[in-house]
């Protein structure tokens, strides 16, 4: 019972941080952008080491 409520307020806490579920995609969305800029940036450092 405990392991339930602390995921609910858990889950509150990170939602309170986005508005709405599509405020919450957008975060995520952003999230990735960046995983994939980082990416980016890597393959382009190990290219021109080569």
């Known amino acids: 019972m405990k392991k339930v409520i602390l995921a609910s307020i858990a889950a509150m806490i990170v939602l309170t941080g986005c ?3 599509k405020g919450l995609g957008k975060d995520i969305s952003k999230a990735g952008d960046g995983v994939t800029k980082t990416a980016d940036k890597t ?8």
């Open 19 to 21: 508005n709405t579920f």
């Open 43 to 50: 393959e382009d450092k190990i290219k021109e080491e080569l």
